[in-house]
Nanobody, 110 residues
Framework: VQLQASGGGLVQAGDSLRLSCAAS????????MAWYRQAPGKQREWVAR???????NYAGSVEGRFTISRDNAKRTGYLQMNSLKPEDTAVYYC?????WGQGTQVTVSS
């Protein structure tokens, strides 16, 4: 499956962003989808996951601020990020069926 992530940018603390992950090549609706992030000098960490049935799970650091969703008809997943903090600054990656998107940079200034 090929993935195209988008929606990153430079925002201030407290702002919101919505990331998108467009998929092609396989039946999107069959697979769970996840978002990960990697901050400079740190290991890639899991952020959120949504099952093929639509059940979400979140890392504790983003619970209550981030919302993962999917639109199977559009073969696209989303990560709505609210109340952003400087520590959310990272490259965000989507993952489906073992394939990774290219990443999109999110920078949150204080």
């Amino acid at each position: 499956v090929q993935l195209q992530a988008s929606g990153g940018g430079l925002v201030q603390a407290g702002d919101s962003l919505r990331l998108s992950c467009a998929a092609s090549g396989r039946t999107f609706s069959n697979y769970d989808m996840a978002w990960y992030r990697q901050a400079p000098g740190k290991q890639r960490e899991w952020v959120a996951r949504i099952s093929n049935g639509g059940s979400p799970n979140y890392a504790g650091s983003v619970e209550g601020r981030f919302t993962i969703s999917r639109d199977n008809a559009k073969r696209t997943g989303y990560l709505q990020m609210n109340s952003l903090k400087p520590e959310d600054t990272a490259v965000y990656y989507c993952k489906i069926a073992g394939s990774w998107g290219q990443g999109t940079q999110v920078t949150v200034s204080s």
